[in-house]
C-alpha cells in the first residue's frame, strides 16, 4: 500500500510563502501523476497542481505565477513551493498520487494523503 505523508502546512499572512512536502512510501512504481488538491470550509475538493511522470505541469488558474509544483525522485518527495499567498489560499492541502498498471487496458489506483493545513492571514 502506498503512503503518503505531506507537511509543511501553517500560519502565515498574506504575501508569504511555504513550502510543502509530501514523502511516498510502499510499492512506488508505475507512477503516472502526481498531485496537490486543497479544501477550504464549505467547498469541494479542487485541483492545485500535478506533474506527469514525464514530468508536465498542470496548475489550477487562481496559482498559476504563485505555486511551483516539483519532485525529487531520488527522494520520493513531492513539494509545492506557495509565493504571494492570498487569504483564499486557505484549506487542507493533501498530496495526491496515481498509478497506472497495464498497456492495453490500463487501470488507474489513486492514493492521499491525510493533508496538512495552511492558513492566510490579512
Known amino acids: 500500500q502506498v503512503h503518503l505523508v505531506e507537511s509543511g502546512g501553517g500560519l502565515v499572512q498574506a504575501g508569504g510563502s511555504l513550502r510543502l512536502s509530501c514523502v511516498a512510501s510502499?510499492?512506488?512504481?508505475?507512477?503516472?501523476?502526481q498531485g496537490w488538491y486543497r479544501q477550504a470550509p464549505g467547498k469541494q475538493r479542487e485541483l492545485v497542481a500535478t506533474v506527469t511522470s514525464g514530468g508536465s505541469t498542470n496548475y489550477a488558474d487562481s496559482v498559476k505565477g504563485r505555486f511551483t509544483i516539483s519532485k525529487d525522485n531520488t527522494l520520493n518527495t513531492l513539494y509545492l513551493q506557495m509565493n504571494s499567498l492570498k487569504p483564499e489560499d486557505t484549506a487542507i492541502y493533501y498530496c495526491?498520487?496515481?498509478?497506472?498498471?497495464?498497456?492495453?487496458?490500463?487501470?488507474?489506483?489513486?492514493?492521499w494523503g491525510q493533508g496538512t493545513q495552511v492558513t492566510v492571514s490579512s
Open positions: 510502499g510499492p512506488i512504481f508505475s507512477i503516472h501523476s
Open positions: 495526491n498520487l496515481v498509478k497506472r498498471i497495464g498497456v492495453v487496458r490500463p487501470s488507474d489506483y489513486e492514493y
